[in-house]
């Protein structure tokens, strides 16, 4: 049931769906460590099978669940990325698995690093009893003109009020046979969010970093908004010079 009172929006109203794959979440789970708050936070990482080489597992990481079988939209799989469909599919298996008390779904990658407390925030901004699909496009030009400009890109992660989120997981189904050439799970969930009417809010500090090399410029240039997502940090250099990705990312989250 959602939570429609008018109370002050804190962590415990946020579900995070976490997409993932099991052969790389050895070597992407400490993004998600870093900010995971074990037993506060709520959600799941969905992976595509389950990770029996990582078990028994660590109690620092999200909780898992492998997803469910996509094999019946394969005439419908015509997307350059092989796992779009089971991706895009993770708002519906995070809303069957969580659903009391919830204002806000956060969708992201298994390399997001996201800012929990800046998250909430932010969307207490937002009248979570009405259609909200909050997030930000990419910092370059050509992933937005390939993709789309009014697309939250779903590597920085999105948040959906529930009743957007109940809405569209009622007709997921129906929409991802809809839209089946398209890129990506980000560009399909848009499309749908869309058939509902319901277009995107910018927020700018979500961040998909489709950027390589020293970011400390744009870090540095940070709009007046507060920082909420880092994604892709694999491929551009450690945020703080002298330590690697890890430390980095760690000394970063205590400042924040």
């Known amino acids: 049931m959602p939570d429609t009172n008018y109370s002050p929006t804190n962590l415990s109203h946020i579900v995070f769906g976490i997409t993932g794959l099991s052969n790389t979440w050895r070597n992407k789970r400490w993004y998600i460590e870093a900010w995971w708050r074990p037993n506060i936070t709520r959600g799941y990482l969905f992976l595509d099978r389950a990770p029996m080489e990582q078990l028994p597992w660590p109690s620092s990481s999200p909780p898992f669940r492998v997803s469910e079988d996509t094999s019946r939209y394969k005439a419908y799989n015509k997307h350059p990325i092989p796992h779009a469909i089971r991706m895009v599919r993770v708002i519906l298996e995070t809303f069957k698995a969580e659903n009391n008390g919830v204002r806000w779904y956060v969708m992201a990658d298994d390399d997001t690093v996201l800012f929990v407390d ?13 259609y909200f699909y909050i997030g930000a496009n990419s910092e370059g030009v050509a992933p937005n003109f390939y993709h789309s400009f009014g697309m939250a890109f779903g590597g920085a992660g999105y948040a959906l009020s529930y009743p957007l989120a109940e809405a569209l997981v009622e007709n997921l189904d129906i929409c991802i046979k809809r839209y089946p050439t398209l890129y990506g799970s980000d560009h399909i969930l848009q499309s749908c969010v869309a058939d509902l009417g319901v277009s995107l809010t910018l927020e700018k500090g979500f961040h998909q970093i489709d950027l390589h090399h020293d970011i400390s410029g744009l870090l540095s240039a940070h709009p007046q908004s507060p920082l909420l997502s880092l994604h892709h940090l694999d491929v551009v250099d450690p945020i703080f010079p002298y330590m690697n990705r890890n430390k980095s990312v760690n000394h970063l989250m205590k400042a924040a």
């Open 118 to 130: 800046n998250l909430v925030e932010v969307l207490a901004k937002y009248d979570h009893r009405k």
